[in-house]
Structures are given as structure tokens and as C-alpha cells.
T-cell receptor, first 115, second 109 residues
């Protein structure tokens, strides 16, 4: 299984809602990532988990809360988002610690719209 | 900031080779060159990576100059399905992937 899956594919939420994005991989990878991609822009790194521990948080607002329940799963909890948070949210995984030079495998993304 | 510069866009005729250049003049000795592509609204797809030797796989070839300051991704027989944004990324130990704007490749029939 060489796939990273993400659910849901699309999500529409109001600014007062709480929702979660989910990501799963079964490749035995020990590093997992969240990226945010605005329209017509490249992906930007948000969080890195290495061996289930948060190792990098790229100054992301606290309304985004990541969680890594185990080595195969990664969640992104959303609360009190703003319309400018509307974007494609991408999950990726890689072998090793995330510090090593390993290719990352990306999921298809969740298209989030905040009303 | 991204450590690479790429043309904003390129066109290629279907069936011809697509040669996508990337400049990484500040690359250091332990940094790899990665290529990804992103077809509209999908997640980025890994294509190939290399350190200093040329590399080839079932998707593409990667040619890295001897001084490692630039590289070229070659899609030998481009098809319409190769239309995408192509990203060249330089990554070293302990560094994150930083995506630049990439090259928008349009394969024309």
C-alpha cells in the first residue's frame, strides 16, 4: 500500500464550527506532515510529526491543532477558522525522522471552504 | 524561501520530450534535488530525486550539471496527462521541503 488517504475530500464550515481533517498511511512511515495550499500558490508547510511527536510548527495560528494518535494517523482539528483559511490542506508522509532526505508522499488533499 | 528558480511556464508538443530546467546555484554538498508535479487540484506527486549523478526511472530522467548548480527534468515523450505544475526542490538534512512557484507545463496536442 503506497497511498496516503485523506478525508473528507471537501469540507464547508462556518467560522464557529469545529471540524477535523484526517490523514492515514500504511507504508510504515514515521514522519507525517500537514501543508496548506492557497489557490495558484505552492504548498506551505504547517506541521511535522516525527515518531508521533510534533517536531516542527511553522508559526501556525492556534485555531489549527494537529494530533498524531499513532504512527499511521494524523489529524488536523479546526476551530474558529476565518474565511482566509479556505485552502487545500495536504497531508504527506515519509520514511525516517522527517529530518532525513526522504521523498514525501502526498495525499489528494481536503478542499476546505470557510464561510 | 525556496532555493530554486524555475521558468514560470513552458509549452511542449505531445509526443516530444519536455525539458524542464531548474537553477539551484546555492546548493550545498549534502543537499538533494527533488522533483514533484501537481496536476490540477490533486496532491503533489513524487517524480525523481538525485544528489550528483544523473538518475532515470519509469517517469523521467534527471540530469544534474557537474557543478550541481542546475538540473533538468526530462519527460521523454510528453502526453496530455503530463500537463501540471512541476516543482524543483532542494533539501538537505534537517531541512523542510520548501516549494517554489514551480513551472506550469502545458502539453499541447
Amino acid at each position: 500500500d503506497t497511498e496516503v488517504t485523506q478525508t473528507p475530500k471537501h469540507l464547508v464550515m462556518g467560522m464557529t464550527n469545529k471540524k477535523s481533517l484526517k490523514c492515514e498511511q500504511h507504508m510504515g512511515h514515521r514522519a507525517m506532515y500537514w501543508y496548506k495550499q492557497k489557490a495558484k500558490k505552492p504548498p506551505e508547510l504547517m506541521f511535522v510529526y516525527s515518531y508521533e511527536k510534533l517536531s516542527i510548527n511553522e508559526s501556525v495560528p492556534s485555531r489549527f491543532s494537529p494530533e498524531c494518535p499513532n504512527s499511521s494517523l494524523l489529524n488536523l482539528h479546526l476551530h474558529a477558522l476565518q474565511p482566509e483559511d479556505s485552502a487545500l490542506y495536504l497531508c504527506a508522509s515519509s520514511q525516517g525522522s522527517g529530518l532525513e532526505r526522504n521523498e514525501q508522499f502526498f495525499g489528494p488533499g481536503t478542499r476546505l471552504t470557510v464561510l | 524561501d525556496a532555493k530554486t528558480t524555475q521558468p514560470t511556464s513552458m509549452d511542449c508538443a505531445e509526443g516530444r520530450a519536455a525539458n524542464l530546467p531548474c537553477n539551484h546555484s546555492t546548493i550545498s554538498g549534502n543537499e538533494y534535488v527533488y522533483w514533484y508535479r501537481q496536476i490540477h487540484s490533486q496532491g503533489p506527486q513524487y517524480i525523481i530525486h538525485g544528489l550528483k549523478n544523473n538518475e532515470t526511472n519509469e517517469m523521467a530522467s534527471l540530469i544534474i550539471t557537474e557543478d550541481r548548480k542546475s538540473s533538468t527534468l526530462i519527460l521523454p515523450h510528453a502526453t496530455l496527462r503530463d500537463t501540471a505544475v512541476y516543482y524543483c526542490i532542494v533539501q538537505g538534512y534537517g531541512q523542510n521541503f520548501v516549494f517554489g512557484p514551480g513551472t506550469r507545463l502545458s502539453v499541447l496536442p
